[in-house]
């Protein structure tokens, strides 16, 4: 059973700070990991996506994955009270299944003003 | 812009009703898929679809069926709905090798 977990929060972090979340997987042969961003009520929207070990970024965002201990994480830089929502990380495993994406339960993020 | 359009985004259905949930890319993508979201349950699968015709189950395709008879749609059916279907359903296209993209999703309630 592959597994993707994440603190399902809420994760409070004051506006202008660095917010900081985690994504562990089980499936030592995963290959691409996303992170999509949902406000209540509405659908995902993907706002990042790394295929290799280290770093990516992209404007306020920097997702990092460190495959040696099996976590991709998301940094987003100068928190905005917009930033507040539902942030679920997917990991697309080694095969198997549909498209192998398996989906965190997300981390529910609060952006203090 | 990737643009995925489902049919509805609030329905209300009566129980032992037939349901029809459409959803339509115009990226000419392959493969598309559908899920469902519920609180602290997460984003679960219930069927997908490599190409026109070709349906695949997921991790949940019990009580649900679907239809690809052309590329750009993608149809969920309940065959008879039940409460516990009431849920938001969403679905999502890709092209091979890309990341996945959602449709602003339908929040279905069976009555």
């Known amino acids: 059973q592959k597994e993707v977990e994440q603190n399902s929060g809420p994760l409070s972090v004051p506006e202008g700070a660095i917010a900081s979340l985690i994504c562990t997987y089980s499936?030592?042969?995963?290959?691409?990991f996303f992170w999509y961003r949902q406000y209540s009520g509405k659908s995902p929207e993907l706002i990042m996506f790394?295929?290799?070990?280290g770093d990516k970024e992209d404007g306020r965002f920097t997702a990092q994955l460190n495959i040696a201990s099996q976590y991709v994480s998301l940094l987003i830089r100068d928190s905005q009270p917009s930033d507040s929502a539902t942030y679920l990380c997917a990991v697309r495993g080694s095969g198997g299944g549909a498209d192998g994406l398996t989906f965190g339960k997300g981390t529910h993020l609060i952006i203090q003003p | 812009d990737v643009k995925v359009t489902q049919s509805s985004r609030y329905l209300v259905k009566r129980t032992g009703e037939k349901v029809f949930l459409e959803c339509v890319q115009d990226m000419d993508h392959e493969n598309m898929f559908w899920y469902r979201q519920d609180p602290g349950l997460g984003l679960r699968l219930i069927y997908f679809s490599y190409d026109v015709k070709m349906k695949e189950k997921g991790d949940i395709p019990e009580g649900y069926s679907v239809s690809r008879e052309k590329k750009e749609r993608f149809s969920l059916i309940l065959e008879s709905a039940s409460t516990n279907q009431t849920s938001m359903y969403l679905c999502?296209?890709?092209?091979?090798?890309?990341?996945?993209?959602f449709g602003d999703g339908t929040r279905l309630s069976i009555l």
């Open positions: 499936d030592r042969g995963s290959q691409s």
């Open positions: 999502a296209t890709r092209q091979v090798n890309q990341p996945q993209h």
């Open positions: 790394i295929y290799s070990n």
